[in-house]
Protein backbone atom coordinates (compact mmCIF):
# COMPACT_ATOMS: atom_id res chain seq x y z
CA UNK A 1 0.00 0.00 0.00
CA UNK A 2 3.02 2.37 0.31
CA UNK A 3 4.34 2.02 -3.68
CA UNK A 4 3.02 3.56 -6.27
CA UNK A 5 3.24 1.18 -8.57
CA UNK A 6 2.38 3.75 -11.72
CA UNK A 7 5.36 5.53 -11.02
CA UNK A 8 7.85 3.01 -9.72
CA UNK A 9 10.40 1.48 -11.79
CA UNK A 10 9.80 -2.31 -12.75
CA UNK A 11 10.85 -4.72 -15.06
CA UNK A 12 8.27 -4.91 -17.80
CA UNK A 13 8.84 -8.61 -19.24
CA UNK A 14 8.13 -9.55 -22.21
CA UNK A 15 6.07 -6.47 -22.61
CA UNK A 16 9.20 -4.85 -23.70
CA UNK A 17 9.84 -6.74 -26.70
CA UNK A 18 7.79 -5.05 -29.20
CA UNK A 19 9.79 -1.78 -28.94
CA UNK A 20 13.12 -3.98 -29.63
CA UNK A 21 10.82 -5.66 -33.33
CA UNK A 22 9.78 -2.00 -33.81
CA UNK A 23 13.63 -1.09 -33.92
CA UNK A 24 14.35 -3.85 -36.32
CA UNK A 25 11.91 -2.38 -38.39
CA UNK A 26 13.41 0.73 -38.53
CA UNK A 27 16.77 -1.43 -39.28
CA UNK A 28 15.12 -3.13 -42.65
CA UNK A 29 13.49 -6.19 -40.67
CA UNK A 30 10.37 -7.26 -41.82
CA UNK A 31 8.00 -9.74 -40.35
CA UNK A 32 8.50 -12.12 -42.89
CA UNK A 33 12.52 -11.82 -41.79
CA UNK A 34 13.62 -15.45 -40.30
CA UNK A 35 15.67 -15.88 -37.41
CA UNK A 36 16.56 -19.23 -36.10
CA UNK A 37 15.50 -20.77 -32.70
CA UNK A 38 17.73 -22.39 -31.19
CA UNK A 39 19.73 -22.59 -28.41
CA UNK A 40 22.31 -20.08 -29.01
CA UNK A 41 25.35 -18.71 -26.26
CA UNK A 42 26.11 -15.32 -26.23
CA UNK A 43 29.23 -13.79 -24.45
CA UNK A 44 29.11 -12.36 -21.65
CA UNK A 45 31.04 -11.23 -18.29
CA UNK A 46 32.38 -14.18 -17.25
CA UNK A 47 29.93 -16.99 -18.41
CA UNK A 48 28.22 -17.02 -21.82
CA UNK A 49 24.55 -15.94 -21.91
CA UNK A 50 21.59 -18.74 -23.42
CA UNK A 51 18.09 -17.30 -22.94
CA UNK A 52 15.52 -20.30 -23.08
CA UNK A 53 12.07 -20.06 -24.34
CA UNK A 54 9.50 -20.56 -22.02
CA UNK A 55 8.43 -23.68 -22.94
CA UNK A 56 11.97 -25.20 -22.96
CA UNK A 57 11.31 -25.80 -26.53
CA UNK A 58 13.29 -24.59 -29.54
CA UNK A 59 11.03 -24.11 -32.86
CA UNK A 60 13.89 -23.61 -35.66
CA UNK A 61 13.34 -21.03 -38.47
CA UNK A 62 10.72 -19.15 -37.73
CA UNK A 63 9.64 -15.62 -38.74
CA UNK A 64 9.94 -12.55 -36.91
CA UNK A 65 6.10 -12.27 -36.86
CA UNK A 66 5.65 -15.26 -35.31
CA UNK A 67 8.40 -14.71 -33.03
CA UNK A 68 7.07 -11.51 -31.62
CA UNK A 69 3.65 -13.26 -31.39
CA UNK A 70 4.86 -16.35 -29.81
CA UNK A 71 6.93 -14.18 -27.46
CA UNK A 72 10.44 -16.26 -27.78
CA UNK A 73 12.58 -15.47 -25.74
CA UNK A 74 15.79 -16.90 -27.82
CA UNK A 75 14.78 -14.93 -30.95
CA UNK A 76 13.97 -11.64 -29.16
CA UNK A 77 17.71 -12.30 -27.57
CA UNK A 78 19.26 -12.79 -30.98
CA UNK A 79 17.21 -9.56 -33.04
CA UNK A 80 18.54 -7.22 -29.86
CA UNK A 81 22.00 -8.75 -30.71
CA UNK A 82 21.47 -7.75 -34.01
CA UNK A 83 19.96 -4.17 -33.77
CA UNK A 84 22.19 -3.45 -31.10
CA UNK A 85 21.14 -2.43 -27.88
CA UNK A 86 22.43 1.45 -27.96
CA UNK A 87 19.69 1.93 -30.60
CA UNK A 88 16.59 0.44 -28.80
CA UNK A 89 17.58 2.80 -25.70
CA UNK A 90 17.72 5.41 -28.28
CA UNK A 91 14.47 4.71 -29.55
CA UNK A 92 13.20 4.00 -25.44
CA UNK A 93 13.68 7.09 -24.92
CA UNK A 94 11.89 8.83 -27.52
CA UNK A 95 9.21 7.05 -26.37
CA UNK A 96 9.36 8.65 -23.42
CA UNK A 97 10.92 6.29 -21.33
CA UNK A 98 13.35 7.98 -19.02
CA UNK A 99 14.71 5.25 -16.34
CA UNK A 100 16.84 3.52 -19.28
CA UNK A 101 19.61 5.62 -19.20
CA UNK A 102 22.77 3.38 -18.44
CA UNK A 103 23.57 1.40 -21.80
CA UNK A 104 26.39 0.14 -19.55
CA UNK A 105 24.06 -1.64 -16.96
CA UNK A 106 21.79 -3.59 -19.48
CA UNK A 107 22.54 -6.56 -21.79
CA UNK A 108 20.64 -8.77 -23.92
CA UNK A 109 18.37 -9.61 -21.02
CA UNK A 110 17.15 -6.18 -21.81
CA UNK A 111 14.46 -7.54 -24.47
CA UNK A 112 13.01 -9.43 -21.99
CA UNK A 113 12.23 -6.97 -19.56
CA UNK A 114 15.82 -6.60 -17.89
CA UNK A 115 15.14 -2.96 -17.49
CA UNK A 116 12.82 -1.15 -14.69
CA UNK A 117 10.61 0.82 -16.45
CA UNK A 118 7.49 3.43 -15.01
CA UNK A 119 4.00 1.96 -16.33
CA UNK A 120 2.82 5.35 -17.00
CA UNK A 121 5.94 5.44 -19.47
CA UNK A 122 5.50 2.07 -20.88
CA UNK A 123 1.33 2.67 -21.45
CA UNK A 124 2.63 6.07 -23.02
CA UNK A 125 5.36 4.19 -25.54
CA UNK A 126 2.13 1.80 -26.53
CA UNK A 127 0.10 4.59 -26.93
CA UNK A 128 3.08 5.80 -29.44
CA UNK A 129 2.21 2.79 -31.15
CA UNK A 130 -1.43 3.37 -31.48
CA UNK A 131 -1.26 6.89 -32.67
CA UNK A 132 0.92 5.77 -35.54
CA UNK A 133 4.02 6.86 -33.96
CA UNK A 134 3.01 10.16 -32.40
CA UNK A 135 4.41 10.36 -29.21
CA UNK A 136 2.29 12.59 -26.30
CA UNK A 137 3.44 13.13 -22.86
CA UNK A 138 1.56 11.70 -20.96
CA UNK A 139 -1.57 14.18 -19.03
CA UNK A 140 -3.74 13.85 -16.04
CA UNK A 141 -5.62 16.77 -16.20
CA UNK A 142 -7.89 17.68 -19.43
CA UNK A 143 -9.58 20.52 -18.46
CA UNK A 144 -10.40 22.37 -15.09
CA UNK A 145 -14.27 24.02 -15.12
CA UNK A 146 -15.39 26.45 -12.25
CA UNK A 147 -18.76 24.83 -10.84
CA UNK A 148 -20.98 26.92 -12.96
CA UNK A 149 -19.29 25.79 -16.27
CA UNK A 150 -17.01 28.19 -17.45
CA UNK A 151 -13.77 26.75 -18.73
CA UNK A 152 -9.85 27.72 -16.55
CA UNK A 153 -8.27 25.41 -18.34
CA UNK A 154 -8.09 23.20 -21.33
CA UNK A 155 -5.05 21.27 -22.15
CA UNK A 156 -3.79 20.94 -25.61
CA UNK A 157 -1.89 18.06 -26.63
CA UNK A 158 1.24 18.50 -28.96
CA UNK A 159 2.09 15.31 -30.03
CA UNK A 160 5.85 14.60 -31.62
CA UNK A 161 6.32 12.33 -34.28
CA UNK A 162 9.11 10.00 -33.09
CA UNK A 163 8.57 6.93 -35.37
CA UNK A 164 7.70 6.67 -38.99
CA UNK A 165 3.78 6.20 -38.80
CA UNK A 166 4.30 3.00 -41.11
CA UNK A 167 6.76 1.58 -38.95
CA UNK A 168 4.20 1.97 -35.71
CA UNK A 169 1.70 0.25 -38.18
CA UNK A 170 3.80 -2.68 -38.49
CA UNK A 171 4.56 -3.26 -34.96
CA UNK A 172 0.45 -2.98 -34.60
CA UNK A 173 -0.21 -5.47 -37.11
CA UNK A 174 1.95 -7.88 -35.85
CA UNK A 175 0.61 -7.55 -32.12
CA UNK A 176 -3.11 -7.83 -33.49
CA UNK A 177 -2.46 -10.70 -35.38
CA UNK A 178 -4.06 -13.36 -33.12
CA UNK A 179 -3.62 -16.35 -36.20
CA UNK A 180 0.19 -15.71 -35.46
CA UNK A 181 0.12 -16.16 -32.08
CA UNK A 182 -2.38 -19.67 -32.37
CA UNK A 183 0.76 -21.86 -32.38
CA UNK A 184 1.82 -20.79 -29.17
CA UNK A 185 -1.08 -19.77 -27.16
CA UNK A 186 -4.05 -21.86 -29.19
Given at each position: ?174 LSDDNARAFAF?
Amino acid sequence: GQVNVAVRPRQPGSAFKPFVYTQAWRRGYTPSSILFDVATKFPGNGQAYEPKNYDLSERGPISLRKSLQGSLNITAVKLLYLVGVGPVLDLASDLGYTTLTDPDRYGLSLVLGGGEVQLLEHTAAYATLANEGEYFEPTAILEVTTSGGDVLYTFEPEGNQVLDENTARITTNVLSDDNARAFAFG
